[in-house]
């Protein structure tokens, strides 16, 4: 396995790229913005495919790279489902897997510093983003943090694992690096409370001031989201007209999302599943065929929908389209499946 723990000086923020050396697929949990170029460059050095980007949470205090690397790579945008903004292609919900070549991550909701904020565990380790700290736990006093879900999810979910499960967070402001559940659950000073109580008390007296960035950094990361109208301008197609195109002997209704995606919120009739990542390889097998096609692309939001768009058209395909705002517009208009 390839594992990096890179920083960001400016904002103390860790990133994590992890990639499974077999596959050559890659992930990358919480990047900065500023950083882009110098994962890419990292990328094409390891000879890796980024297939996802994960934020653990809106971030406060720098402006997530999540966005620009979509861009730039073509990777799947992923946070938790309790994320307040359309800004990600995929939603994963508690104890659910966000899967790349030979590597699984498991989402935990971990709400507290903000309620949207998730860690992920990857068999010895987890990522706490800022829900636990080195010797330290995530503030809760803005972005609707709550010390009492604090509590919850540190006590009663994260402080659950294995002592030997190393913690990587997504900041540090010492130079620590990683701990482990056991270091933490006996030397955290925030941690050896005998209730939540006194947990909450501790945290609702922090003072602290507000992130210099935060300002700028939150309504930018809640717009990170291909918008409607980048997704209309790349052949995007409103449900009603999508639905009587899909209905032409000539098309191939393609659906880009995975199997936890399409168990949970269905898929419309007719649609053969290829999953974003797997989009070139599709076509490079398919070339003759789809050459006489309409191709119809959908997925959950429209994000991987546009993206396929554009890949199919640097094939010279003029004849793809896709449905904006996806399935989640579809079923907001109250088409069948
Ligand atoms: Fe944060």
């Given amino acids: 396995m390839i594992f990096r723990q890179l920083f960001d000086k400016i904002s ?59 861009d730039k790579t073509n990777c799947v945008t992923v946070m938790g489902d309790k994320t ?32 949207e904020s998730f860690s992920f565990l990857m068999k010895d380790r987890v990522f706490t983003g800022d829900t636990l700290l080195i010797r330290g736990t995530g503030r809760t006093d803005f972005q609707n943090g709550d010390p009492r879900d604090s509590y919850n999810s540190i006590f009663n979910k994260l402080l659950k694992l294995p002592e030997a499960t190393l913690v990587y967070p997504a900041h540090d402001y010492k130079g620590e ?94 649609s053969i ?7 070139n390889e599709y076509i490079d097998k398919n070339k003759d065929m789809l050459k006489s096609k309409k191709i119809l692309f959908y997925c959950a939001h429209g994000h991987r929908s546009t993206l396929a768009v554009q890949i199919s058209k640097s094939y010279n395909y003029s004849n793809c389209y896709h449905l904006i705002g996806g399935l989640k517009n579809w079923k907001k208009e109250g088409l069948e499946l």
């Fill in 12 to 70: 103390s923020t860790y990133t994590y790229l992890i990639a499974s050396a077999a596959g050559r697929e890659a992930l990358i949990i919480d990047p900065v913005l500023e950083n882009v170029e110098q994962y890419i460059k990292l990328l094409k050095e390891l000879d890796l495919k980024l297939v996802k980007v994960i934020d653990s949470h809106i971030h406060a205090d720098h402006i997530s790279g999540i966005a620009e690397l979509r």
């Fill in 84 to 115: 307040p903004a359309d800004v990600v292609a995929m939603r994963v919900a508690d104890e659910e897997t966000i899967k790349i070549d030979g590597i699984d991550l498991k989402a935990l909701y971990t709400p507290g510093h903000t309620s």
């Fill in 177 to 270: 690096m990683v701990s482990t559940i056991g270091e933490e659950k006996y030397f955290n000073p925030r941690l050896q409370v005998r209730s939540a109580e006194e947990y909450i008390d501790i945290m609702n007296n922090l003072n602290l001031p507000d992130p210099k960035m935060m300002d700028v950094a939150v309504p930018s990361n809640l717009n990170l989201g291909i918008d409607f109208n980048r997704q209309k301008v790349n052949n995007g197609i409103e449900p009603e007209e999508f639905n009587k195109i899909k209905k032409d002997p000539d098309s191939v209704l393609i659906d880009l999302r995975e199997d936890i995606e399409i168990e949970k919120e269905g898929k419309l009739k007719n």
């Fill in 273 to 279: 599943i290829i999953p974003f990542p797997k989009i």
